[in-house]
């Protein structure tokens, strides 16, 4: 898209692919499966290998509808980048097999940015494209918390907490954290949504999510929401700011009046270690020691790290003695930054550091033209906001989780792209 002619071919594309939309389809439904993750939420699903098949037919078709190709995104080397180490890196790791596995699942979630970045090359993709993975965790999160109400929870902490309906992201941390990072985009999607019926649906849903974060007890969930609160509040202007910081004061002492006794007094060792049970400090401290362990393992493997996923990290740690003295621990890092250094080192930590700032100048690069342009009110510019506080977010829960993992550090890498290719062309159209 750097000529003329280049742009009259992407734009006549644009207009006369008809293969876009069954693409489009197939990875909307992937992505539900991946966030509710069917297999383990239904009973009658369990052992049935859904996501794994649809996988397959999804990579075989796009292929075929030629879409299973790398498209252009200013986030593409660090994702690939991340994915090459995992290989590269695993005849050094503790154990080859197990860096091999963990190569092989993130290459399953590497497929699904490629697939978003290559189907999605308009604006109306990008939004159905945010839109199913809102509405998605909408529904993981409902059925969760009818799960909940029917005496699903565990007894953790010294409290029962909420856990997710599935059995991968299901830790209350987890759990939690799924509800929150959905949040930003939960907000553009409302601020830009015409429909009254539907801006009904994100205002029950934003209700729901406060209840399932207090009824997970999570207190990194506890204060990711306060920081989403805070942006949401700082980038307001002029008589939106007060307004919103008048509506926060008045129903954040509300909400903790109505939150349970027990969930009070866990939110409340944040601030006040003898709040809680003694484990909830215990908790925090093992968190620190994570990050002091990483440190020592990285030290000792500076370039290669000891290899992918939390098995490697473990037997390294045990193996080796690397926690002081009568205090050996078969834990992982429990904080993000450890976990990359220890397990990828220094190329893990450069090459997640270029994927955090592809992201986010991306998104405020679009973010600037349509602003330049007066568009604020474009859902485009406001997806950009939603990125970049996810991102935020997601920085935020990995001081206390090892979150490396997680899909949507993928697809922000993905959409942020888009975001930029399509404000781009916008930008070249209007020039023209």
Aim: hydrophobic share 50%; charged share 20%; with cysteine.
């Amino acid at each position: 898209m750097h000529t003329k002619d280049t742009l009259e071919e992407y734009i006549y594309r644009l207009k006369t692919d008809k293969t876009l939309s069954s693409v489009m389809l197939m990875v909307c439904i992937y992505i539900l499966l991946v966030i509710w993750r069917p297999w383990e939420a239904i009973h009658y699903l369990q052992g049935f290998p859904v996501e794994r098949i649809f996988a397959v037919i999804l990579i075989i078709y796009a292929f075929l509808k030629h879409k299973l190709r790398i498209a252009s995104s200013p986030t593409n080397k660090w994702v690939y980048g991340l994915l090459l180490i995992h290989f590269l890196f695993a005849p050094f790791a503790y154990n080859s097999e197990y860096a091999m596995d963990q190569g092989i699942e993130y290459a399953k979630i590497v497929v699904l940015y490629m697939l978003m970045v290559s189907v999605a090359e308009d604006e109306r993709a990008l939004n159905i494209l945010v839109k199913v993975y809102v509405f998605s965790t909408m529904l993981y999160v409902f059925h969760s918390l009818l799960e909940y109400i029917n005496g699903r929870h565990v007894y953790r902490m010294g409290i029962a907490r909420m856990i997710g309906v599935d059995s991968t992201m299901n830790d209350p941390n987890a759990f939690g954290a799924t509800i929150v990072l959905s949040l930003p985009f939960v907000y553009a999607l409302l601020k830009s949504e015409l429909s009254t019926k539907i801006r009904n649906i994100y205002y029950i849903y934003f209700a729901m999510a406060v209840t399932c974060v207090v009824l997970t007890g999570s207190r990194s969930s506890f204060v990711a929401t306060m920081v989403l609160f805070l942006i949401w509040m700082i980038i307001q202007k002029g008589r939106k700011k007060i307004r919103l910081f008048l509506m926060l004061l008045l129903f954040l002492p509300l909400i903790w009046i109505a939150m349970p006794q027990d969930k009070q007094d866990r939110f409340s060792t944040l601030w006040d270690e003898e709040a809680g049970p003694e484990n909830a400090q215990q908790s925090a401290e093992g968190r620190k020691e994570g990050w002091i362990v990483s440190w020592r393992i990285f030290k000792q493997n500076p370039l290669t790290g000891v290899g992918a996923g939390g098995k490697n990290f473990i037997g390294y740690r045990l193996d080796h003695g690397i926690d002081d003295e009568g205090h050996a621990s078969a834990t992982q890092s429990h904080n993000l930054y450890g976990e990359v250094l220890a397990e990828f080192g220094a190329v893990g930590g450069i090459l997640l550091i270029g994927l955090i700032a592809s992201i986010w100048r991306s998104s405020s690069k679009a973010r600037s033209y349509l602003e330049i342009k007066g568009l604020q009110d474009c859902f485009e510019y406001r997806l950009g906001g939603a990125i970049i506080a996810s991102l935020v977010l997601l920085l935020v829960f990995g001081l206390a989780g090892h979150n490396f993992y997680r899909p949507l550090w993928l697809w922000l890498a993905a959409w942020a792209g888009i975001l930029l290719k399509v404000v781009r062309l916008k930008r070249i159209d209007n020039e023209r």
